[in-house]
């Protein structure tokens, strides 16, 4: 019973800390699209849009 809970414990760490990178990753990577988009006269919810979302995916993998 003990492994079986510093199993769980150990996953749920993982996952937190890797939810952790995936939300950081999402947050730099909207502004970044906002940006871009802004300086380019693009509509800056769109490039916030789609930098969040390649953020999300940049941030996932690197963890």
Same mark, same amino acid.
């Given at each position: $019973?003990?492994? $079986? ?5 150990? *996953? &749920? !760490? =993982? $996952?937190? $800390?890797?939810?952790?990178? +995936?939300?950081? %990753? =999402?947050?730099?990577?909207? &502004?970044?699209?906002? %940006?871009?988009? &802004?300086? +380019? %006269?693009?509509? *800056?919810?769109? %490039?916030? &849009?789609? !930098? !969040?979302?390649? !953020? =999300?995916?940049?941030? +996932? *993998?690197?963890?």
């Amino acid at each position: $019973m003990r492994k $079986m809970l510093l199993s769980t414990l150990l *996953v &749920a !760490g =993982a $996952m937190s $800390m890797s939810a952790c990178s +995936t939300l950081r %990753g =999402a947050a730099i990577g909207g &502004a970044g699209g906002a %940006g871009v988009a &802004a300086a +380019t %006269g693009k509509s *800056v919810e769109k %490039g916030a &849009a789609v !930098g !969040g979302v390649g !953020g =999300a995916v940049v941030g +996932t *993998v690197v963890d």
